[in-house]
C-alpha cells in the first residue's frame, strides 16, 4: 500500500515540475521571425527534402523486393 501512495506522490511531483502553458498566436512577427536575411520558406530545400525523402522510399522498396 505504501508504493501505491509513493507511487501517486512521484507523478504529483513529476506533474507540478513539468507544468507549461503554451501560447499560439496569429501572428509571430517582430524578432522571433526574424532569421537574418533568410526568408521564412526555401522552396529549393524543401524540393531537396522531398527529393531525398522519395530516393530513400525507392531505395527501400528495392531492398524489399525477392
Known amino acids: 500500500m505504501f508504493k501505491i501512495y509513493l507511487f501517486c506522490f512521484l507523478v504529483a511531483c513529476v506533474c507540478l515540475v513539468t507544468e507549461a502553458q503554451l501560447t499560439f498566436t496569429s ?4 524578432k ?15 524540393s531537396n527534402i522531398y527529393k531525398m525523402i522519395q530516393n530513400e522510399a525507392e531505395r527501400l522498396l528495392l531492398c524489399q523486393r525477392p
Do not use: L
Not at 501572428?27 to 517582430?30: F, Q
Not at 522571433?32 to 530545400?45: F, L, Q, V
Open 27 to 30: 501572428s509571430w512577427g517582430g
Open 32 to 46: 522571433r521571425s526574424m532569421m537574418g536575411a533568410m526568408p521564412c520558406r526555401n522552396d529549393e530545400a524543401i
